[in-house]
Every structure is written in structure tokens, then in C-alpha cells.
């Protein structure tokens, strides 16, 4: 069963969500990679959220089955 | 579907491997003499193109000694006897160091066995010449490598060779050796293959197994052969099929060869009984005109009218770019904290990204996997086969930090192979056949097959190979004092 989340609707705080994910990790990301490093996260949030777009199609009636 | 006409060219479908192996087996050549001309090409064009990481000298020539001894005893030599073949450097051979494109694998200690799939190839005959550069830890499309320098592409050695099997692709491109190895994670060997203007195979995952080649993301990762025709291909891909315990994703099938079906030479042979289907929708969108124009040109030659539409092909993308970010980086977290100034510097941040990213995202793509695999399984019960541009353009710049598809702006190392991963994503196999018309770089079709079908790929594969030139392969030599600074 796929769930959805609500994430996606509102802007990613990217600076924010780095700095908890970083702090949960335990690891000090060297300044010089930050900007990097953001960018790419950016790159993956907008790849889950398209991901994630396509999931109504995956939750209506048949979900799982063929449907081509 | 309409094509616009071409030029008629001829060039011969050459298959190197088997003409060599041909030659040392009935002693017309030796294999040593085969070694020797091998290794003087390379010395010649590897300043220029910056494809080999090492060449294995002394070992070529023991290994060629024993084949040219084993043919005197009156042993078979096998069916790649003498012939050349070169790896990627992520594949474990025997006393070497298996660098994988990084330097932080430099000071490992030697491999102390083949790879599974090199030892297969050595058994037939097959000499391992030397191993190839690579992206660090295979990730990006473009080889652009800063610990190694760029790979070059053998048609224009200011453009890229694609990646991240670049060295592969630039090896057999530039004729330096009729086959090489490569991996596939997300279009690895289809994306050099296309640039290069040369034929290769990603097979279905869990065919070949990938017992000593390194990592990168266990659930996309795939072996497979580049070479610069469809029976060369073909040969190599057989040779290498077998089951293998060490890897887990290894299937427990009996070898299906493929060459003994492409014998024919009349392309209709090839193609009966198949109901061949064309991508649309995303794999239309994101192309140049260029780029289209080799499906359609394949889809002339083969009689392909079906046009089809694989649901979500964009959002399968995404969710395989997610699921490679976010294993890849795990994979490589530990080195990320310790030594993350010795990483290549856009695989590093790419790397930590991705083990940062949330885990919510990345446990969303397999369960969307199989959703779109039942899609795809689906669209397979109305075609056999289809067809598919392999990259979205030709090969860019070295150096360059974009690239116009469709009217947008992307990142060449990010996105050459935004067409390849919604077929990896699900395992299915595929040939990236080379398009090349005079006076333009080379580009690629995907010939992408039902799970295990590999003989339809290359059924039409050889269709293509024999129906025009266009779908030849033409290896290009840097010509000499070609040389560049890298």
C-alpha cells in the first residue's frame, strides 16, 4: 500500500531540513560542500515529488493492476 | 511514422572479435601479433582519447603465449581465442587494483580473482588488455572524471563519451578493442554506447552475474558487453551467461545463447512473427529532433507503426534517480564522513545528497517499481519489442554544465540518461543500437524486450545492423597528433 504525504504541497525548507538531518547524523558537512549539497537535495525533492504526483493514479480503484 | 531519406552509404558490418579469433585459431595470425598491434593502438590513441586506466602488457602477452601454445598442441582455444577485450575499471582482475573510478580505492590491496564475467570470457579464449576509466563509483553519464581526466569521445575528442562506461565506450568506439565490459546501473553502458556510435547490451537483471565488479546500487546494478557489431555483442553475451551463488540477484537459468539465432541475412528473417512498438509521449518530448530521428529511421527499417505509451515513464525516472542517490550514498556514507575530500567533487555532493535524503522518499520508489512494472507488463502483451531513443541529444562538450533538450536546460551529468532509466528501473533488457550518418555525431535507439528476452532485442538488433548502414557501427581512430591536453 502506498502512502501519500502531504510534504510536497508546501516549499521544501531545505537549509532546515539539512541542518536536522545533519544533526541526526552526527556529522559536521564541511562549508565548502553545503552549496553542493543543497542543490542536489533540491534535485531530489523535486524527483519525489513528481514521484509522488503520480501516486493518485496508484491509489484509485484498481491500484496495482494494469491498467494499459 | 514518416523517415526522411538518407544517403545511401555503404560500410561493412565487420565483427572483429570473431574475424580475429578466426585468424588464431586457424594460425593465420598469431595471437601474440593480435596482442602487439592491440597494444600499439592503444599506445597510439589513449593520449588522445584517455581511456585506459592501465593496460595489462605483460599479462596480454603471457596470455596471448598460451593461447597461440594451446592452439599448437591442438587444444581448442576457445571461441574469443586471441581476442582483445578491455574492462571498466570497477571489475575485480587479478592482481590489479579495482579503482572504480575513485581515489580512494588507489592504496587497496590487488584483486585476488577475477571478476565472474572476465573469468567466462579468459575460459573462451578471451585477453584482457587493460581496464578502462570510468565516473567515480559509476555515477554520472558523462566521464568527466577530475581524479582521471575526461574520457574522449573517439569521433570528436573535444565532446564527451557518455558515461558512465566512458572508457568502454571510447575503447570500442575509437577501434582500439572489439568488445569491452560495462556496467549499467541507469544507462551506463546505452548512454556511452549511443554517444560512441557503437552496439551494447544491458541484459535483464539478475542474467550475468556481478560477482567481483564494486557496487554502486545493489538493486539497478547491471553487467553487460559493448562491441561494435550485434554478433560480436552476441557472442560475448552468451560466453558470459551462468548461474553464479555469489550473486544474490544472479537467476538460477540455464544459459539461452542468442548468436546461433542471428545467422541469417536477410533482415526479414529477423524480425518474424515480432510486432514491433515505438515510445511516445515522455520519450518523445525529451529529445532533439536528431535524436528522434533515429527512432524513426529504425522504426522505418523494422516496420514498427505501434505507437505506445509507457505510463509514468517520467515519475519511473525519478523514483529510479531517488533510489540511486539514496543507496549509493549509504553505500559510501562511512568514506563520506572520513575522507570525503578525497571523492570526486560532483559524485561527493551528489553522494551525500543522497544519504541525507529523507528515507521516506526512497521507500516510496519500489513499491512504485512494481506499479509500474504491472504497466509495462501490460504494454508488452500488445507489442514483442520497442523501440526507444537512447539519449536525449548527441554528445556535449567537455566541460560543459548544461545542455539544451527540448527547449530546457539540464545538466549533461545528471541527465543524458533521463531515457534509459525507465527501462533499468525494471530490470528489462535492452540494446542500445548506433545510429550514424556521415557528417553527424552518433546517437542511439534502445531495443528494449520483455524480462528475459533478450534474443528479441537482438533479433532486431541484427535486423537494423543488416537492413542499413546507418545502424553500423564505424570505429574512428583519433587521427595522429590528435593529441590533446587533459
Not at chain 2, 263 to 289: M, N, T
Request: aromatic share 6%; hydrophobic share 45%; proline share 7%.
Amino acid at each position: 500500500m502506498i502512502h501519500k504525504q502531504d510534504e510536497f504541497t508546501s516549499s521544501f525548507d531545505v537549509e532546515n531540513y539539512l541542518d536536522g538531518a545533519l544533526k541526526a547524523a552526527g556529522f559536521a558537512l564541511p562549508t565548502a560542500y553545503r552549496e553542493g549539497v543543497i542543490m542536489n537535495l533540491n534535485r531530489l525533492h523535486a524527483m519525489a515529488a513528481e514521484m509522488q504526483a503520480a501516486l493518485p493514479e496508484l491509489a484509485g480503484p484498481g491500484a496495482g493492476e494494469p491498467t494499459a | 511514422m514518416s523517415t526522411q531519406p538518407h544517403p545511401i552509404v555503404t560500410h561493412p558490418i565487420v565483427n572483429r572479435a570473431l574475424d580475429l579469433a578466426a585468424q588464431v585459431s586457424s594460425r593465420s595470425r598469431s595471437a601474440f601479433d593480435v596482442v602487439g598491434e592491440t597494444l600499439a593502438r592503444i599506445d597510439s590513441a589513449n593520449a588522445t582519447l584517455n581511456c585506459f586506466s592501465e593496460v595489462y602488457r605483460e599479462q596480454a602477452y603471457a596470455a596471448a603465449r598460451a593461447v597461440d601454445a594451446a592452439i599448437a598442441a591442438g587444444r581448442n582455444p576457445g571461441p574469443l581465442a586471441g581476442v582483445p577485450v578491455a574492462v571498466k575499471n570497477l571489475f575485480d582482475v587479478a592482481g590489479h587494483v579495482t579503482l572504480a573510478g575513485s581515489r580512494l580505492l588507489a592504496d587497496q590491496a590487488p584483486a585476488q580473482a577475477d571478476a565472474f564475467i572476465i573469468e567466462r570470457l579468459r575460459r573462451a579464449g578471451a585477453i584482457v588488455v587493460g581496464a578502462l576509466h570510468m565516473d567515480e563509483f559509476a555515477y554520472g553519464f558523462t566521464t568527466e572524471n577530475s581524479h582521471y581526466g575526461a574520457v574522449r569521445n573517439p569521433h570528436d575528442p573535444s565532446l564527451v563519451a557518455g558515461g558512465s562506461s566512458g572508457g568502454s565506450g571510447a575503447a570500442v568506439g575509437g577501434g582500439l578493442v572489439p568488445i569491452a565490459l560495462g556496467t549499467d546501473t541507469n544507462g551506463s553502458i546505452r548512454v556511452p554506447a549511443a554517444l560512441c556510435g557503437i552496439w551494447g547490451l544491458k541484459p535483464t537483471f539478475g542474467r550475468l552475474s556481478r560477482s567481483g565488479c564494486f557496487p554502486f546500487v545493489a538493486s539497478l546494478d547491471h553487467v553487460g558487453p559493448l562491441a561494435d557489431s550485434v554478433s560480436d555483442l552476441a557472442l560475448a553475451y552468451d560466453l558470459m551467461q551462468g548461474r553464479d551463488a555469489q550473486d544474490p540477484a544472479c537467476a538460477a537459468r540455464e544459459t539461452e545463447a542468442v548468436s546461433p539465432l542471428l545467422a541469417a541475412l536477410d533482415p526479414a528473417a529477423h524480425l518474424h512473427g515480432l510486432r514491433i512498438g515505438i515510445a511516445a509521449d515522455y520519450f518523445q518530448d525529451h529529445v532533439e529532433p536528431e535524436a528522434w530521428q533515429a527512432v524513426e529511421r529504425a522504426a522505418a527499417l523494422v516496420g514498427a507503426t505501434i505507437e505506445i505509451v509507457l505510463p509514468q515513464a517520467s515519475a519511473a525516472r525519478a523514483a529510479a534517480f531517488l533510489m540511486t542517490a539514496y543507496e549509493g550514498g549509504k553505500l559510501h556514507w562511512p568514506n563520506l564522513t572520513l575522507r570525503a575530500q578525497e571523492f570526486e567533487p560532483l559524485s561527493r555532493d551528489r553522494l551525500l545528497a543522497g544519504a541525507l535524503s529523507p528515507e521516506r522518499w526512497y521507500l516510496q520508489a519500489p513499491e512504485f517499481r512494481r506499479w509500474y512494472r504491472a504497466q509495462v507488463d501490460a504494454v508488452f502483451q500488445r507489442v514483442d519489442v520497442i523501440l526507444a531513443p537512447s539519449t536525449p541529444r548527441s554528445a556535449t562538450p567537455i566541460g560543459a554544465t548544461t545542455m539544451t533538450v527540448a527547449g530546457q536546460q539540464m545538466m549533461p551529468r545528471a541527465h543524458m540518461g533521463m531515457l534509459t532509466q525507465p527501462i533499468s528501473f525494471i530490470g528489462l533488457p535492452v540494446v542500445a543500437a548506433p545510429f550514424h550518418i556521415p557528417g553527424k555525431m552518433p546517437l542511439g535507439v534502445q531495443i528494449i524486450a520483455p524480462q528475459w528476452r533478450e534474443d528479441r532485442c537482438l533479433r532486431v538488433a541484427r535486423a537494423l545492423e543488416l537492413a542499413s548502414a546507418d545502424f553500423r557501427a564505424k570505429p574512428r581512430q583519433p587521427e595522429a597528433g590528435a593529441r590533446l591536453t587533459l
